[in-house]
C-alpha cells in the first residue's frame, strides 16, 4: 500500500462465477479519483459484470474489493449514495416525462426536493435537453434517452460515474455528441470508470485502461503506452482479391515473409479480409511489398491502435 | 426491513399514475355501477323472488360487499403481474432502483404501498356506488375499503413474488384462469359457499378471498362478531406477509447476483 492517494476502486483477485461459468477470473484493478478509467474488450469479456460489482449490485465470488473505501458485500446502499450508473440498456421510467425521471430518481439519495429540482434542471442543460423536459421519454431518440440516463446518473452529484457501454447502439452524430458531455465531466474532475468494446471510445475518453479478455486482464495502461507497449507505431494494410477457390490472404502472407526478414515489418497479422503489416515507417514497408511485385487491391497506411493492441494480444478482433 | 427508499417508489408510481388516473378512476365508478346494476338489481329481483340467500337480507346487499373485494382482489392482481415483471425484465426500472442505496425489501415494500394506495382509492369509489344504490345495512359498511386493502395486499405480495420469478408472462394468463376467475366466482362472492359440495367448501374457505368477502359482508349487513373478524383479519396479514418476504428473496436473487 504505498500509494499517496487512495484508490477509490481497489480489486485483487477479483472472481465472479455464475454456477460453473468464470465470467470475471482473478483481476486487480486500481482506480485512481479524477481519472478516467476504461474496460476495453470484446462482448463477454467480463467487463459488464465487473462493472455490477464494483457498482455494488453483484456480490463477488471471491476476492478482495473496495469501492470508496467501503466494502459492497455489506455497504452496498453507502457506496451506491456516492456512485451514479449509467446501464448497457437505458432503463428509464418510460410513464414518466424527461424531468420527472430526474426528480424522481434524486428521492432515492435522501436529498432535498428543492435540491433535487436545482440540480434536475442544471442536468437537463448540460445534456441539453431543457426544452424536452416535459415529455414522455418514450418517444425520444436513443441518443435522447442516453442523456436522459447520464443526466439521471449525476442527480446525486456523484464520486464516480459507471458507464456501461455508454455509446453502443448510437449513430456516429449522437455518439460525438455523447463524448463532448463525457469529456466536459471528466474535467470537471468527476470520475469515470467505463466498459467498452469500441477502441475509439477508449482513446478518446480513458486515461488509463486494462485489456479484457475472457475475464482476464490481458494487459493495462494508457492508450499511449499501451500502443507503445503491444504495437508498432505504424500499421500497413493491405487487400487482395478474394476469389472462390483461389489464394487467400495467407498465402500473401508466405510472400511477404522475405519483408519481415528484412527487417521491414516486424509482423504480420492475417485477418479473413486483409493483411495487417506492423512496422515503423508504413509508407516504406508498402513501397516493399509493390516493389515485391505484390498487387494489393487496396492500401491503408495509418497509426496503430488499440485494436492493434487487442489483436495481438488476444489473436482476435474487438468487434466481429 | 424496508427503508425510505420504498416512500420514494411509492412516490414514482404515484407520479406515473398522475398522467393516467382519469380513465382508472372511470373505471373505478363505472365498474361496480354496471355490476350492481346488472347483478344486483336485475338479477337480484329474481333471487329474491326465490328462497333468497341467508339472514333474509336482499341479494344486493349481500353481494355488493363480496364485489368490492372481489375488485380488490383483481386491480392488485393486476398492477402486481405484467407491471412487476415490466419492471424487471422489460423496462428494468428496478434495476436502475437498484443502483440507488435502494434494495429489493425497499423495492417490495414500495410496490406493496403502491397497491395499497390502488386498491383503496378504487375500494373507496366502489363503496360510494354502493352507498349510493342502497346496499348498506350498517354503518360499518366503511370498514370494507380496509378489508379491501387488506385482501388486496393478500393478493399483491405472493402475485409479486411470483412475478419476481418468472422470465414469460404466460403464467399470468394462467393465474387468471385457473385461479383468479375459479376464486371470483366460487369464494362466496355471489352465493354462501353453503351450497358448494363439502370439499369446494373447504378449498373456497382457504382462499383468501373468501376471508375478505366474508368479513366485509359482515360488516356491511352489521353481523360482525370479534372472533371471527380477527382470525379473517390474521389469515389476510399471513398471505401478505408471507407474499411479501418470498418476493424480496426472489427479486434479490433475480436482480442482485
Not at chain 1, 463477488?60 to 449509467?86: C, F, K, N, S
Not at chain 2, 411470483?162 to 403464467?171: Q, S
Not at chain 2, 349487513?221 to 396479514?237: C, E, N
Amino acid at each position: 500500500m504505498g500509494d499517496m492517494v487512495e484508490s477509490l476502486v481497489r480489486a485483487r483477485g477479483l472472481v465472479k462465477r455464475f454456477g460453473g461459468y468464470t465470467a470475471v477470473d482473478g483481476i486487480d484493478v486500481d482506480i485512481a479519483p479524477g481519472e478516467a478509467f476504461g474496460f476495453l474488450g470484446p462482448n463477454g469479456a467480463g467487463k459488464s459484470t465487473t462493472m455490477r460489482m464494483i457498482g455494488a449490485v453483484s456480490p463477488p465470488t471471491a476476492g478482495e474489493l473496495r469501492v470508496l473505501g467501503m466494502d459492497p458485500a455489506v455497504d452496498g446502499p453507502a457506496i451506491r449514495t456516492r456512485l451514479g450508473v449509467v446501464p448497457q440498456t437505458d432503463n428509464l421510467d418510460l410513464e414518466l416525462t424527461v424531468a420527472e425521471n430526474l426528480l424522481v430518481y434524486g428521492r432515492y439519495f435522501g436529498l432535498p426536493r428543492a435540491t433535487v429540482r436545482a440540480r434536475a434542471a442544471e442536468l437537463l442543460d448540460f445534456v441539453q435537453l431543457t426544452d424536452r423536459a416535459g415529455d414522455r421519454v418514450e418517444p425520444l431518440s436513443g441518443g435522447m434517452k442516453r442523456r436522459v440516463t447520464i443526466a439521471r446518473a449525476l442527480v446525486n452529484d456523484p464520486d464516480v460515474v459507471l458507464l456501461d457501454e455508454p455509446t453502443t447502439g448510437l449513430d456516429p452524430q449522437a455518439r460525438h455528441v455523447l463524448w463532448e458531455r463525457l469529456y466536459r465531466l471528466k474535467q470537471r474532475g468527476v470520475t469515470l470508470v467505463l466498459t467498452t468494446h469500441y477502441m475509439d471510445e477508449a482513446e478518446q475518453l480513458c486515461d488509463r485502461l486494462v485489456v479484457m479478455d475472457k475475464g482476464r486482464i490481458a494487459a493495462q495502461g494508457s492508450p499511449a503506452e499501451l500502443i507503445a507497449a503491444w504495437s508498432t507505431r505504424e500499421v500497413c494494410e493491405l487487400r487482395f482479391p478474394l476469389t472462390e477457390g483461389g489464394p487467400g490472404p495467407a498465402a500473401h502472407a508466405d510472400a511477404l515473409a522475405p519483408l519481415a526478414a528484412r527487417g521491414l515489418a516486424e509482423r504480420v497479422e492475417v485477418l479473413p479480409d486483409r493483411l495487417l503489416l506492423y512496422t515503423g515507417d508504413g509508407d516504406a514497408a508498402l513501397s516493399a511489398v509493390l516493389a515485391q511485385g505484390l498487387q494489393p487491391v487496396s492500401s491503408l497506411v495509418r497509426r496503430s491502435s488499440l485494436e492493434d493492441v487487442f489483436l495481438r494480444l488476444t489473436g482476435r478482433t474487438l468487434v466481429d | 426491513m424496508p427503508g425510505p427508499a420504498a416512500w420514494s417508489l411509492f412516490l414514482q408510481r404515484l407520479t406515473a399514475h398522475r398522467h393516467y388516473w382519469r380513465s382508472s378512476a372511470i373505471g373505478s365508478v363505472l365498474e361496480p355501477v354496471l355490476f350492481l346494476a346488472a347483478m344486483g338489481l336485475v338479477l337480484g329481483s329474481l333471487v329474491d323472488r326465490g328462497p333468497g340467500v341467508p339472514g333474509g337480507v336482499g341479494y344486493l346487499a349481500f353481494l355488493a360487499p363480496g364485489l368490492l373485494v372481489a375488485a380488490a382482489m383483481q386491480t392488485a392482481t393486476g398492477e402486481s403481474s405484467y407491471p412487476v415483471l415490466g419492471a424487471i425484465k422489460w423496462d428494468r426500472t428496478y434495476e436502475a432502483l437498484l443502483a440507488t442505496p435502494a434494495r429489493p425489501v425497499d423495492l417490495v415494500a414500495g410496490h406493496l404501498l403502491y397497491v395499497a394506495f390502488r386498491v383503496t382509492s378504487s375500494a373507496a369509489a366502489f363503496l360510494l356506488v354502493l352507498l349510493a344504490f342502497g346496499a348498506a345495512r350498517s354503518p360499518l359498511v366503511v370498514l370494507t375499503v380496509p378489508v379491501a386493502l387488506l385482501t388486496g395486499l393478500a393478493f399483491a405480495a405472493p402475485v409479486t413474488a411470483l412475478a419476481a420469478r418468472l422470465e414469460e408472462d404466460a403464467a399470468f394468463a394462467a393465474l387468471q384462469r385457473f385461479l383468479l376467475v375459479p376464486m371470483f366466482l366460487f369464494s362466496g362472492t355471489f352465493f354462501p359457499v353453503e351450497q358448494l359440495p363439502a370439499v369446494l367448501q373447504g378449498i373456497a374457505r382457504a382462499t383468501p378471498l373468501w376471508h375478505g368477502v366474508t368479513l366485509a359482508r359482515d360488516l356491511a349487513l352489521g353481523t360482525v362478531s370479534a372472533g371471527p373478524a380477527l382470525l379473517h383479519v390474521g389469515y389476510l396479514l399471513l398471505w401478505t406477509a408471507a407474499g411479501a418476504v418470498l418476493a424480496a428473496r426472489a427479486l434479490t436473487r433475480r436482480l442482485v447476483r
